[in-house]
């Protein structure tokens, strides 16, 4: 298929850049614009929390494609911000520049919650999404030995665990009963907290921030106990909201992200949303889903690209994320929470924990964690299952020494 | 026999769509065996240090159990991402109901 249709992306992220490659598959004439606000092609984030903190990859080694291949795919990427979308005329404004699009994709992903102490607290505290962020935490903690860190998720605990290979001394206060949200079953966030603590770490949980002090070799962060943890550097890691701000002055239909079907349509014509903005239907679940996921952003953009390119696809991928802490991985599929009953597979993180959700005798999700790698086949197989919606075999899924690969011949 | 094949495994030792963990001296491998029969490849993704020995295999691909990246178990191509980097294959024969990598 082929036509000579204007494409242009908002956001150059994982998402505009494999839109981008599968729009391009599908059709060789379209000429397609990316407006990324960075000033890099498009790269891989799980990689600023670990091997780029630990400095096992440095800057330009985690780029999702080549910088030739932009050329020889024809594919444009301009450094520009968009100010202004005019949905009626199909026109998008810059500071110096106007853009007229047939098709829009918007993939301008999330931003980090801030936290809101006063003016020059907020103005010293550290975030991590970006590349430019991560490179102004590497610079920083050089010549700094006491870090804090705020909130108890995947980010906070990464960079906590990049820190503390990095010889720092690592507290980390969380404001809830227990790490990393309540989709994680207790008994594997308690885990994570045994191998943190195991390692030199200091977690704190159930923890309010009252107030942060400037002191004079760093900062006094006082707790509602009214205890004070005297630290160098804060890094904050509470989340993120979906990046809408451009559009909330139109009439594009926004809650909790941009909504969309399953094909990635918005509730304006030609106009499509994908990755972390989008709070999209999911048929499988039949309910919206708005995920902050690797897997997700490349598999959403590619459905958007396929979509945009006139071949109607439906996404219904099941979702899965990880994150790498230490020497363990933990692994999320499906759907966690509003479940009947929970099953517990494995009894060590030498050869890994999975808790399988299940309802109406079938599994919705499933979470585990283990040593590098012990988990991954039953976490991967568990997300199959998901998707063919099967009764589950319970004894099956409960006994270690059965291989759960025979769940998938069923 | 040339030098460089080895004996791994007797060919009932390797269930069907499933895989072992071989290791030589230094140096460490998969062997599996599929519809098609019996291939090898390097044992550590090349994306991150983990072994495919815990992946799944599936028609004729494995995934790694760290990040899902996935390979052609034949050609060792690199076919979904984080993976991009192929991976090495080495020659595999059956003789006698025994499997044999060729390690040159």
Redesign the interface.
Known sequence: MSSDKKIFIIGGGQAAIYAASEIRKLDKEASIYILGEENSHPY?RPPLSKDFLLNSKQENEFL?FSESFFEEQNINYINEKIEKVNFQNKELVSKNNKYLYDKLLITTGSTNRKLQINEEIDSKVFYLRSLEDAKKIKNEIREIKKIAIIGGGFIGLEIASSLNQQNKSVTLIEISEQLMGRIIPAPIANLVKDEHEKNGNKIYLNCNIKNINKVEDGFEIILDNKEIIHTEMVIAGIGSIPTVDLFNQTNLKIENGILTDEFNQTSIKDVYAAGDVSNFYHPLFKNNLRLEA??HA?NHGINAGKNIAGFKTSYSSVP?M?S?QFNF?LQLTGLCDQYDEALKRGTSLENGIVYFFIKKNKIIGACGLGL??????DI??ASKLIEKNTDVDKKILLDENIKL?SL?KK | MSDNWVEVAKTDAIEMEDLIRFDHGDKTFCVYRIEDGYFATDGMCTHEDVHLEDGLVMDDEIECPMHQGIFNIKSGEALSPPACEDLKTYPVKVENDLVYINIS
Do not use: A, H, P, V
Not at chain 1, 372 to 377: A, H, L, N, W
């Open positions: 891989e999702f690797y897997q490349q899965w990880w790498d991985n590098s790698g012990k988990i991954g086949r991967r197989i690969n998938l």
